[in-house]
T-cell receptor, first 114, second 114 residues
Framework: DTEVTQTPKHLVMGMTNKKSLKCEQHMGHRAMYWYKQKAKKPPELMFVYSYEKLSINESVPSRFSPECPNSSLLNLHLHALQPEDSALYLC?????????????FGDGTRLSIL | AQSVTQPDIHITVSEGASLELRCNYSYGATPYLFWYVQSPGQGLQLLLKYFSGDTLVQGIKGFEAEFKRSQSSLNLRKPSVHWSDAAEYFCAVGSGGGADGLTFGKGTHLIIQP
């Protein structure tokens, strides 16, 4: 069982819809991450939150809007997505931000844009 | 910039045979290296991590890895594979400081023959 929980597991949405992906961890970790993974590709970093503050935005389009309401929760708000945004979205957490800490991943949300 | 290379896109191994997956890194300082496994439809599970110290690192599920600085490598090994080991394996490198995420290799797809 994963210690990082992502909901929903699957999401199908039209290009004009607004939806949100949710991620929760109860390990006391202070860093949380969003990655995007296309089929047969490695995960690509989108955002990093450290102590509930956005510390890295890897030039992600504004149609993706992250939010960290508290240290256990991470949301990704979606609006006006494009078909090429269809992918597996993975959330991860680590004790502290930075590449020295192993990251724990959720099972992801598989997103399909019609 | 840090990078990771996994030279083998696919590897096929017979059940019960030994396994070695290759990973080469490029990083200016002491690397923080990780091996993750991803089964279909799931997130990434941490197999092991290397920070410093002993060059042989033990992980979960019977995996181990040997760090060789002279070859800039952290190769993943298992003495005897099981059918359940069929999955995608990613090597990743983290930076020593800052609030970065991980940089992943392209992955190696492991196929187990009966």
């Amino acid at each position: 069982d994963t210690e990082v929980t992502q909901t929903p597991k699957h999401l199908v949405m039209g290009m004009t819809n607004k939806k949100s992906l949710k991620c929760e961890q109860h390990m006391g970790h202070r860093a949380m991450y969003w990655y995007k993974q296309k089929a047969k590709k490695p995960p690509e970093l989108m955002f990093v939150y450290s102590y509930e503050k956005l510390s890295i935005n890897e030039s992600v389009p504004s149609r993706f809007s992250p939010e960290c309401p508290n240290s256990s929760l991470l949301n990704l708000h979606l609006h006006a997505l494009q078909p090429e945004d269809s992918a597996l979205y993975l959330c991860a957490s680590s004790q502290e931000a930075g590449g020295v800490q192993p990251q724990h991943f959720g099972d992801g949300t598989r997103l399909s844009i019609l | 910039a840090q990078s990771v290379t996994q030279p083998d896109i696919h590897i096929t191994v017979s059940e019960g045979a030994s396994l070695e997956l290759r990973c080469n890194y490029s990083y200016g300082a002491t690397p923080y290296l990780f091996w993750y496994v991803q089964s279909p439809g799931q997130g990434l599970q941490l197999l092991l991590k290397y920070f410093s110290g002993d060059t042989l690192v033990q992980g979960i599920k019977g995996f181990e890895a040997e760090f060789k600085r002279s070859q800039s490598s952290l190769n993943l090994r298992k003495p005897s594979v099981h059918w359940s080991d069929a999955a995608e394996y990613f090597c990743a490198v983290g930076s020593g400081g800052g609030a970065d995420g991980l940089t992943f290799g392209k992955g190696t797809h492991l196929i187990i023959q009966p």
